[in-house]
């Protein structure tokens, strides 16, 4: 039986995150990884999605390109070759990643890891001991309890699939039906968006949601909120989707039918039972530094953590906690108060603090800032069919605690709103910068 400092579970952006403080500090290392190194971000995530969302972004341009004053046919899309770029641009990642490891000294096993005591894990019939261990296993899709729902697929169906499909149906209004949904739109796909609450992509201020939900619907996108999908089955070689809206029993047809209604933390096959690890239903108990509650030796990180965000800077973030705390005792704890997150449509949505609703929900005294700045120079320069602000500043101290951006370059303007709120610059001194003109960014000084 071979020991180690720290046994780390899964290989992707969390259990990197945890090498980086302990190797530093020269502790023995091992890191179970049962698929691909890196994890769900680069190999199934992040990057294969944007690189969709990239082509999107460029049909988005093209289908503008008469407000130049620039002719142009119709765009054919190679769905198979965007697929095969998709492919070739992360295929070196998991290689690169293993080099990585091996040059920081993380002994790197392949394999499904479990715990076989507080102290110890089984991998490929070999029993490793740990001082500390870490479940950094991640998500992985919320299992639907509908009748049919062995027909549905998952995200990495969708960044595989070389066939571009006629018509699909997503289950669940959230960030991967929406970022998938506008590139199949952009493709000429038929889309349905069912989600089963009144409101939309649950962690966006509700404004920002209700401009790129007339986008959506713009470039032909069908949105149904209150949507209970009844059951999907087979009919004449497609699929048929029966839910209720309004009271009504309605069906749509489609060739996919795509599981987007969340993700849930990926400890199933773990025998938490075995390690003293207490969980309900799959969510570990965890104190504020990532500990688990029953035993002191396991840290969670990540997808795994049941409840902090789902974003792949927030895995690393939280494994580099977890590795501080492994070496310094267990003083570090997350705050996720300034995290910028985008929603990659096209245009993107991007939020940082504060949505308008909470704000109000702690009472805060607000001035709201909202701007429809499809007028503005910049916006009407680019032809742009959404550009929208909404800027919350706290009166009292001039403090900025909410930004929300729709269109506008906000995926990377957000990052100047986080820098901002973390730094404790103001309002008034973010909008006193120079800016270079003309830019988006310039455009900050009349948000607010
Ligand atoms: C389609 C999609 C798009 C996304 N886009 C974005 C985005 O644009 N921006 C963003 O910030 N986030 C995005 N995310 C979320 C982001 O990918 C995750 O938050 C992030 O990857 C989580 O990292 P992690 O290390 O916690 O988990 P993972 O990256 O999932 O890593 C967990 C690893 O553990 C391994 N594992 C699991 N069980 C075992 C076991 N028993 N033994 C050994 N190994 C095991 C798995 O194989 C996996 O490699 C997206 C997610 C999806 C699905
Ligand atoms: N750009 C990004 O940062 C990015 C991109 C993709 C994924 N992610 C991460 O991945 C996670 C999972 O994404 P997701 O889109 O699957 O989940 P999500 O939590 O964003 O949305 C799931 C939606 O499905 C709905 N839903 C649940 N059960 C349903 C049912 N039976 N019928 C209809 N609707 C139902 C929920 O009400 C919710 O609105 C997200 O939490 C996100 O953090 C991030």
């Not at 720290?6 to 995150?17: R, S, T």
Request: some cysteine.
């Amino acid at each position: 039986m071979k020991k180690y400092d720290v046994v780390i579970l899964g290989g992707g952006n969390a259990g990197m995150g945890v090498t980086v403080a302990t190797r530093a500090a020269g502790l023995s290392v091992a890191m179970i990884e049962a698929r691909e190194l890196g994890g769900t971000c680069p190999n199934r995530g992040c990057t294969p999605k944007k690189v969709l969302v990239a082509a999107a972004h460029a049909l988005h341009e093209i289908e503008r390109a008469d407000r130049h004053g620039i002719a142009i046919g119709r765009p054919r899309l190679d769905w198979r070759a965007l697929i095969e770029r998709e492919k070739d641009i992360i295929d070196d990642i998991p290689s690169r990643l293993s080099g990585l490891m091996a040059k920081r000294g993380v002994d790197v096993i392949v394999g499904e890891a479990s715990f076989m005591g507080s102290n110890a894990i089984g991998v490929d019939g070999r029993k490793l001991e740990a001082s500390s261990i870490v479940i950094a296993t991640g998500s992985k899709p919320r299992s639907l309890p509908i009748p049919g729902a062995d027909h549905m697929t998952i995200s990495d169906d969708v960044l595989n699939d070389p066939v571009l499909p006629h018509a699909v149906v997503f289950v669940g209004g959230g960030v991967i039906a929406f970022e998938l949904g506008h590139v199949y739109a952009r493709a000429g796909v038929d889309v349905t968006i069912l989600e089963a609450l009144p409101h939309l992509l649950g962690a966006f201020d509700a404004d920002a949601v209700a401009q790129i939900r007339s986008e959506s619907e713009r470039i032909g996108i069908r949105v149904r909120t209150l949507a209970w999908v009844k059951k999907i089955e087979k009919a004449e070689g497609r699929l048929r989707v029966t839910f209720v809206a309004d009271g009504v029993e309605r069906a749509v047809d489609a060739d996919r039918v795509v599981n987007c209604a969340g993700r849930v933390a990926n400890v199933e096959g773990l025998d938490l039972g075995a390690g003293v690890v207490v969980h309900r239903e799959g969510r570990i108990e965890i104190d504020d530094h990532l500990r688990s509650r029953s035993n002191p030796d396991v840290y969670v990180c990540g997808d795994a953590v049941w409840n902090s965000p789902q974003l792949s800077p927030v895995a690393t973030y939280e494994g580099g906690i977890v590795g501080r705390n492994i070496v310094d005792g267990p003083r570090h704890r997350p705050d996720y108060g300034q995290i910028p997150s985008a929603l990659y449509t096209v245009p993107a949505l991007a939020g940082v603090g504060l949505t308008e609703a909470k704000a109000k929900e702690q009472g805060l005294g607000v001035k709201v800032h909202v701007n429809d700045m499809r007028g503005w120079l910049s916006a009407r320069t680019y032809a742009e069919t959404v550009a929208w602000s909404k800027i919350i500043v706290e009166e009292a101290t001039d403090r900025i605690v909410g930004a929300h951006i729709v269109g506008h370059a906000g995926e990377e303007l957000i990052h100047l709103f986080a820098l901002a709120m973390k730094h404790g610059i103001t309002a008034s001194q973010l909008s006193d910068m120079v800016y270079g003109f003309p830019t988006f960014s310039s455009d900050i000084r009349n948000m607010m």
